[in-house]
Structure formats: C-alpha cells, structure tokens
C-alpha cells in the first residue's frame, strides 16, 4: 500500500488513535472511492462541477505548462513561486522594493495591491519582454464585495440567501478588476464564522456550511465565469484554509481547537464547495489548527485538499504567514519555515520573502524534493495559462475606466442591497398598524446618527470611491424634498458631546419620524478588528436613548458588519432594520425599504446575541446531555429544575434572533412538514453515497406557506433536519436546503424539498462521511429555531 503509507507520514503529528482511525478512513476512501466525492456539501453544492474546459481542471492546457516547466531553471521555478505587494500594503511591512530587477531575473510570480492599470502594464513588460522565459506577472487584490461598483460586504450578500444575486455581484466585480488588469482576486472568504467577536465575521457568508457551501460556489461562478481566460473573468481564491473562523475568544489570529468531525461536517465544506466549483486557488490560513499552523499543515493542505478533493490550482499563503510559523513557534529561522511551509504543500509564498530567500538552498540540500518543486510551479502556471496571460498579459488602459460603475452595475448593488436587510422588529403602534413600512403622510423626518448622511464603505480598490455611494439623508431628500428632511450627526461612531446630543433631541421633536442610523464605520468589522464589546460604539447607545426618549417614532438602521447586542433598543425601539454595510445604493435601497417600495426578504445568517458572553453562539449546536430545551431560564437560581442544565444563571440561552430570522411587511404561516418517507435504510444510503452525485432524492419534505397579510411578499423557506442515536453527537438542527418564493397576498403556495443520501451522511465515530441508522426530524421552516417537526428512521 505506498499510497497509504505515504500520506501517515505526514501524519505524525496525529495521536496514535486517530492515526489508526485515519488508516482505516483510507481503505474506506479507496474503496467507496465516491464517498468524499460527494461531500457533505449537500444539493446545492453539488449541483456546481467544475467546468470540463476553459478551467484549471482542464487537462488540455497541461501540455502547455509542461512545456515552459521544461525550460526553466532552478531560480525561476522559485521566482514563480514568490508573490509581494507593491501597493497600498494590507498587511504589515511588504517584503522588499526592488521588484524592477526582480522581475527582469524571473523571480517574482505574482504581485498584488497595485490598482493603476498603468503600473500593471509597466511591470508586466518588464516581465514579456525582459525576463528570459516571459512569463507573465499575475496581478491580485482583495477583491471582496465589489471593485469599484461597491455591493453589500458578504455577511449582506449571504443574508439575500439568494446563490444567484451573489453570482451576478462577483461577476460584475471581475468584469471591473479585469479590465483594469486585476486577473486574480483573494475572495471569496469562505470561513465559517460562529462568533460576532471575530470582525471578519463580515467577510463570509455566515455560520452554516450548506449556506456557506452555497455562497462559495456562486462567488466562484461569478469570479470564473464559463471560461476563465474570457476578458472578463478573473481568478477566485477561496480563503482562509482552514478554521480561521475559530479563533479562539473571536480575536483574529488567534489559535483554533477543532475535532475532525467539527473540521468535516462545517469548517471543511464550503472550501470542498469551492474547489468543486472549479476556484483556481486556495489560501491557507493563519491560524494554528489543533497545534499545527494551516500554512503548514500537511493533512489539511496535502491529504484533503489534493489528495481527497484531486484540487489542481494553485495554493497562495496569507499575508506573511510563512514568516509567522517563527512566532507560532513550529520554526527558529526563515529557512525552517519556508521548508515546512513548502513541503506541506503551500506553493506561493505571500510577501515574507523566505521561499526567495531559501528555497533554492532547500531544494540544493534535498530538504524538498525537485517533484514537489514542479508540482508547485505546476499549480501557478496552469492558472496564468488558464486564464489566457501568456496570450493577453496587458491590459488597455484607454478600455479600463470604461467597465467602471456601469448603471446596471450600480442597479444591481442596489437590488443586492435591499434583498440584503433584514427586518428585525417592526412594531405595531396605536391602531395596530406597523410603524413601518412609512406612509407618505410623513412629510418631516429627520435623519439622525453618524451614519445617516455619511456613508463609507467602500472597498480597497475604490480609494475615495465611498463618496459615490449615497447616503440615507440625501436618499430621502431626493424622495421627499430638500426642506421634509433635516439632518443631525448627534454623536460621531465613536466620539460625541451631550451638546450634539441636546441639539438631535431638538431636531427629533421637531420631526414626524426619526430614521436613526447608528451602528459601526466599515473599519471596526473586517481583518484585525475584533470586539470585545458588542455594543454601539462611542456615546451612540446615549443617543439612542435620548432620541426614544422624545416619544416619537423611530427606525433605528444599524450599520454593522456584524450583530450588535442591543437589548435596549430591541425592547424600546419600535422598527429595526439589519443594514450591514450595504454599498453604494445604500441610500436609495433603504429609502425605498422604509417606504415599501421594496419589501424585506433579508434573513440572518449568523445567530443574534443577546449579550456578548454567549459567544460562540450558533443554532447548529450539540444538545448537551443537559439541555436547557424550553425551560424558562428567567425562572431564579434557587430553582432546582431549571438550576442544573447547561445554562447561564444570568443570560438566556437563545439567540435574540435566531439564525434564519427576517421579517416582511406581510405575513406568512406555514403548514406542517409531511414527508414522502417514513423509512430509510442506512444501507441504501450510503449505495447512494457511493455511487457519487446526482443520485435520486432519498425523500422529500413538503409544506404550504400562505401569505396571510396584506402585500405580496418574498419569503425564504429554510429545510432542516435532525438524526438522533448516531454514533456521534449530531447538531441540534442543520440546514439541508432553502428557497425563495414570492406570494401574493391570500395565496397558498406548496414548497418541496429533496433530500439525497449525502444529506444524511455524517463524519462518524469511523472517521468516515456515511449514514447510520438514526431517528431523523424534518423541519420545513421559517427560521431555525420554529416550525414542527415531521418524524421518519434510518434503520440498517
Ligand atoms: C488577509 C487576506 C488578504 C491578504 C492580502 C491578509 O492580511 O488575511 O485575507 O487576502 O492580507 O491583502
């Protein structure tokens, strides 16, 4: 068996247990061999392949890089394999300046951070028509949510539950950085987020890996297009692999502990969803992961990414991260940690330096091997000769402003940003009738908060660019008129004086509503922010107060990138909008929300907190053997039956809002679940399994939502399903499908379900993704936390 005995070598670190289990968990993959094919990544991402032509899963071009792999030398396979800076950096220090020269000798592969097409061009000739082999430069950026066109950050993006809106937005965000000479961006950010501590919680597409799964493919699909050397299609990257998201107390960089089933079943799958999707790229990540950094990680990067998942791209490592395996402490020098780096299967080195400056002498001494050296090398040329540089490495600069904010781009930020909120309350007032949405008898309102007439959140590339996006204020005063809308800052994000809070009081009773935007500056949510403090930052939780305290109707808009724990507001505030950070329609889409002429269909991804102690919270949990269930946890510590569960003796367990939560200006009721299937066999499941993907459903799940309000409405209709009595402990609940439907007021419509053997396979006490028999509960749903469940069994 040389196949299994190669990969334990990198196992050593494992535990002798797992390393027995793992073996085993090999015969089974070699012998179900579809098994890991078919994931666990469910319906939807099974049903992206990667595209057969045009892709780095095309086998065609391999000829090619062959070829040019053939020619080079020792320095310019390394060269190819070193990628620096050379703009505004985004990381601390940039590795070196003299990239002119570098390039001319073939030792730079990849730069990133520049945006001038210009610049591109200048270095990119340096590359044609200097280096000995002209070997073109590819060119990356965060491209994150948007290039220039700025769309909703992608916690939005994801809370639109809608695969397709995210796909349009990041193809839009590849025609503007391609013609601007950008052919690679680091996105999408796949990482599961389970804690609003963590700030890059506002990059990703939540906490569930079937949404994730989902989300991942579509950026994908959207970045690639059909063919990724077409003029507008640029290069994914799915990051950060893997278990980023866990940091340890949500601060960013910070360790994580994760169970390999934890690893399987949610970290795992959006990456699977990615790859399968046809990403050119990975990045690892920076995190340690059960002791070993990701950046050196050889079952993560090795075993699962290449060996289980057949990945071909190229994997890039995050900013540095070669050089932080010294303070990770698993290397005393540069040299050791370009070598663990490289051979555990990191090919491109981002910004350290340390594979230019060692990896020649690894490679002299036999420390790596001159195979996995061109296996590196392999993986960056078969994306730049997928993506068509060697024929078109210059880009026009005359063309490059003109694929800029187009009014269809701008018109799709818009429509991404108001399918993107998510009504939390909405109040009935005296009358019962709803504060929103607003009648247009409110002609005197003031727009009061920080965030209210200045809205910035643009992207990198769109330095200055925030200026384009319109605010709230001149939303409103375009609808209503200059004189029917009066402005207030009240307190900055994070400053602010009770004089300014004194003055907004006087603006709101002067007003008939009060639209109060509050919340965080783009800033305090991405990379390197973390909160210890979910609050409203600054003195903005006074002014909140104040402005209720006049007695007049609020809205309260949160700008956020993540959820803010606002008790207060949620129980004195009659009408809370989700905004994120919504791009540059921001003004028009929540102009157009307060006045119904777009009504709310935007869900949570990503559990509400009550207070920030609950952190990590998310619905897809493990019951505990002392679950609190519905026990009324208000009830005082001295009550022993409430006293002993898995609790907090001064917090709810429960969410504020749970994940799937939004509201609508309508109404909706749902049927109860029934199911085509009482039964199923362990055994018949996992043929299926086997058999690998587009296997027939397993069962289908059924109900009936009427809208029983007054307004047609869009309603995302959420599947989830239980198993009970496995061999592991399985989470409490787990999303397995969803689907927007759009109702007309009165109308019933039937919503059905497919549920296929991989949707009940589980990484169990085998070390092995496969169905066992359990007792399944089937919830159809508006969220994750109702509905009623319709029962069925897996026997053997
Ligand atoms: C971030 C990555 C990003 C890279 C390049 C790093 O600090 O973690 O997400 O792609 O910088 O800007």
Redesign the pocket.
């Known amino acids: 068996m040389p196949f299994i005995a190669s990969c334990m070598r990198n196992h050593s670190w494992l535990p002798e247990r797992t390393r027995a289990v793992l073996l085993r968990k090999m015969f089974s993959i070699l012998l179900l061999g579809g098994i890991c094919a078919v994931g666990f990544g469910g319906a939807l991402a099974q049903t992206t392949s990667p595209s057969p032509r045009g892709g780095i899963a095309d086998k065609t071009l391999d000829a090619r890089v062959e070829a040019i792999l053939q020619r080079m030398t020792l320095q310019e396979k390394v060269g190819q394999l070193v990628q620096y800076?050379a703009g505004q950096p985004?990381?601390p220090g940039t590795g070196r300046t003299d990239y002119e020269d570098m390039i001319a000798r073939g030792q730079i592969g990849s730069l990133?951070?520049v945006i001038d097409p210009h610049e591109i061009n200048k270095y990119q000739k340096i590359a044609m028509e200097k280096s000995r082999l002209h070997i073109p430069i590819l060119f990356g950026l965060?491209v994150i949510h948007g290039f220039k066109t700025e769309f909703p950050i992608p916690l939005g993006l994801a809370s639109t539950w809608d695969p397709s809106i995210v796909e349009k937005a990041s193809h839009v965000a590849a025609m503007e950085a391609a013609a601007d000479g950008i052919r690679w961006t680091?996105s999408p950010?796949v990482d599961i987020a389970r804690d609003a501590r963590w700030g890059r919680m506002a990059e990703g597409a939540g906490e569930d890996p079937f949404l994730g799964s989902a989300m991942a493919a579509a950026y994908v699909r959207g970045y690639q297009g059909s063919r990724l050397d077409a003029a507008d299609s640029i290069a994914a990257c799915a990051?950060?692999y893997v278990g980023y998201g866990a940091a340890e107390a949500g601060r960013d960089y910070n360790s994580t502990e994760i169970s390999e089933h934890t690893l399987r079943q949610f970290y795992l799958p959006p990456f699977r969803a990615a790859v399968d999707a046809g990403t050119a790229s990975l990045?690892s990540a920076?995190n340690s992961l059960n002791g070993v950094p990701s950046t050196a990680n050889p079952f993560t990067l090795k075993q699962v990414l290449r060996k289980e998942w057949g990945f071909r791209g190229l994997v890039v490592s995050?900013?540095n991260a070669v050089g932080e395996l010294i303070p990770h402490g698993i290397a005393n020098d540069g040299a050791t940690a370009a070598r663990k780096a490289f051979v555990a299967g990191v090919d491109m080195d981002?910004v350290s330096s340390l594979y230019h400056d060692n990896l020649q002498q690894i490679l002299r001494s036999g420390q790596a091997t001159q195979a996995e050296l061109d296996e590196a090398v392999r993986h960056v040329l078969r994306v730049k000769v997928a993506l068509g540089l060697f024929e078109h490495p210059y880009v026009d600069e005359a063309a490059a402003p003109k694929a800029l904010y187009h009014p269809e781009s701008i018109a799709l930020a818009q429509t991404a940003a108001e399918r993107s909120f998510v009504l939390l309350k909405n109040a009935s007032g005296a009358g019962g009738k709803a504060l929103l949405p607003l009648a247009c008898g409110n002609e005197n309102i003031a727009v009061i908060g920080p965030l209210g007439d200045n809205y910035s959140g643009a992207p990198q590339a769109d330095a200055g660019g925030g200026a384009r996006a319109t605010s709230v204020a001149a939303a409103l005063a375009q609808r209503l008129g200059e004189s029917h809308v009066s402005r207030f800052k009240g307190v900055g994000i994070l400053d602010g004086t009770d004089e300014e809070i004194a003055a907004a009081v006087v603006g709101a009773q002067k007003a008939d509503v009060v639209i109060l935007a509050l919340g965080e500056a783009p800033e305090m949510s991405g990379?390197a922010a973390s909160r210890a403090h979910l609050g409203l930052p600054g003195k903005q939780q006074a002014l909140l107060e104040a402005i209720v305290g006049t007695g007049k109707p609020v809205i309260l808009i949160l700008f956020s990138g993540r959820p803010l724990t606002l008790p207060w507001a949620f129980e004195h505030v009659p009408a809370v909008i989700a905004a994120w950070l919504p791009g540059i329609a921001a003004g028009p889409a929540i102009e157009r929300t307060l006045f119904g002429d777009v009504n709310p269909s935007g869900k949570l991804v990503v559990s509400w907190p009550r207070s920030v102690g609950q952190e990590p919270l998310y619905y897809n949990h493990l019951n505990t053997g002392r679950p609190a269930g519905d026990m009324d946890l208000t009830r005082p510590p001295s009550d022993v039956a409430s006293r002993y569960l898995s609790r907090y003796i001064d917090e709810q367990n429960t969410p504020q809002f749970p994940f799937g939560y939004g509201g609508s200006y309508t109404s909706f009721s749902y049927g109860g679940t029934t199911i085509s299937r009482q039964r199923l066999s362990a055994a018949a499941l996992n043929k299926g399994l086997s058999a690998g993907a587009g296997q027939p459903a397993a069962m289908t799940a059924e109900t009936e939502v009427t809208n029983t309000g007054s307004r047609p409405g869009e309603e995302v209709v959420q599947l989830y399903i239980q198993l009970l009595g496995t061999s592991v402990a399985e989470p409490v609940r787990m999303l397995k499908g969803f689907r927007t439907i759009s109702i007309a007021p009165g109308e019933a419509k039937k919503v059905k379900f497919e549920l296929r053997p991989q949707d009940f396979a589980i990484w169990n006490d085998h070390n092995q993704f496969a169905a066992e028999a359990a007792k399944i509960n089937v919830w159809i749903s508006p969220d994750s936390a109702h509905g009623s469940a319709a029962q069925a069994e897996i026997g053997p």
């Open positions: 800076s985004t990381g990133f951070n965060d680091f950010m990051k950060h990045m920076f995050d900013w981002m990379e």
